[in-house]
């Protein structure tokens, strides 16, 4: 046993380059894991900043000289962020809290909708007793009344609760201006801490870099786009909660093939409540439908052609157990974060003595 250990270890971790890439790798998940929380504006500010730079460098690209194009970047950040806080948030609280006063109503109807079925389709009646489905609906509403309640009662728990949010607001942005400002000299200073031999580590980092810095900047452009189209499509239509409903259909972009399935049930669920099976509830189904077939076919092939190379069970895999470890951060980063680790197995040197001394042995003359 302690053999196999020592082949497995001379294998894999033989040359030092191999420890220094294995210890940067798990310093920085310790960090995340163990002040993830206390790092949260650090750590968000970087994701931003890094997400920007590359509107900087596309401007510099068209000649224009580097703090101008820093303070266009910024500028036009600064001003998507008071329109989230002081137009967009403001409206979503409204709906969302109008959609949970409503629930309950909504919850009556449906339980009348429910009982009638035994009556039309009496097979269901020999698989369900009307004391179980009773017992599920109220289960259901006592499930709703609870998490409102405690939305309501506390949606901030307490003034330092507030106080936190206003200094993470402060802070944020000046920390997304510092790190484009000084992009150099932070890269630079970090560099000093690092080992001068380090040609894994840079190597991974530039299979890496171009595809996350991609992926990132693409999937907030996905969600934007989703977002607005559905929130024009369901005003059209006069879908009730429209911006609240499209919110959460951009959101969903961001768990591959999971979130289109699941955002489908409030869509059908208040259109069901405010046409009934009808034209309407059809026409808007069928229209969310269409949206996510061009967002499917056509939208991410050309934001994400090349990007992205994992099978579909690699990034669901990676979406449940990145997702488990940070919630939504961790589901919005799973596929870079798959991403980086397939580039560090391809990358990983390993040592076969064995494989090399019988290539040895076959190439020497009989």
Same mark, same amino acid.
């Given at each position: ?34 002040? =993830? ?16 730079? =590359? ?32 137009? !967009? !948030?403001?409206? +979503? ?9 409503? !629930? ?5 109807? =449906? ?106 900047? =693409? ?65 808007? +189904? ?7 077939? +061009? ?32 919630? +939504? ?38």
């Amino acid at each position: 046993m302690i053999g196999y250990i020592r082949n497995w270890y001379q294998r894999h971790f033989s040359d030092p380059q191999v420890v220094i890439l294995a210890l940067f790798i798990i310093f920085g998940f310790a960090i995340v894991l163990l002040a =993830g929380d206390l790092l949260a504006p650090l750590i968000a500010s970087v994701v931003i900043a890094y997400v920007l730079d =590359g509107g900087v460098e596309m401007l510099r690209r068209g000649k224009i000289p580097r703090f101008l194009a820093l303070g266009l970047v910024f500028f036009v950040f600064i001003a998507t962020l008071l329109i989230i806080i002081f137009a !967009l !948030l403001p409206k +979503l609280s409204q709906q969302f809290t109008q959609l949970f006063r409503e !629930l309950p109503n909504m919850i009556t109807q =449906g339980q009348d909708l429910i009982m009638q079925l035994p009556d039309r389709y009496p097979s269901i009646a020999e698989i369900f007793t009307e004391e179980q489905i009773k017992e599920l609906i109220w289960s259901i509403r006592s499930q709703i009344i609870s998490i409102g309640h405690n939305l309501f009662s506390q949606p901030l728990e307490s003034v330092v609760g507030l106080i936190t949010i206003m200094v993470y607001l402060i802070l944020v942005p000046l920390l997304v201006f510092f790190f484009l400002k000084d992009k150099e000299k932070v890269l630079n200073w970090l560099e000093g801490f690092l080992p001068a031999n380090r040609e894994l580590t840079n190597e991974v980092w530039f299979e890496v870099n171009q595809k996350i810095a991609s992926y990132i900047r =693409g999937k907030f452009l996905e969600v934007f786009l989703i977002w607005s189209i559905t929130y024009v499509t369901f005003v059209f239509f006069g879908l009730q909660y429209a911006m609240l409903l499209s919110f959460l259909v951009g959101i969903s972009v961001i768990i591959p093939y999971v979130g289109a399935a699941v955002v489908t049930i409030p869509i059908a669920f208040v259109a069901y409540f405010q046409w009934g099976i009808g034209p309407e509830f059809a026409y808007v +189904l069928i229209a969310y439908a269409v949206i996510q077939f +061009l967002d499917g076919n056509i939208l991410v092939p050309l934001l994400f052609s090349e990007v992205v190379s994992l099978h579909p069970a690699a990034i669901i895999s990676a979406v449940i157990v990145f997702g488990g470890i940070w919630g +939504l951060w961790g589901v919005f980063f799973a596929i870079p974060l798959a991403t980086l680790v397939n580039a560090v197995i391809k990358a990983w040197p390993t040592t076969n003595n064995n494989i090399d001394n019988k290539q040895e042995q076959e190439v020497e003359p009989a």
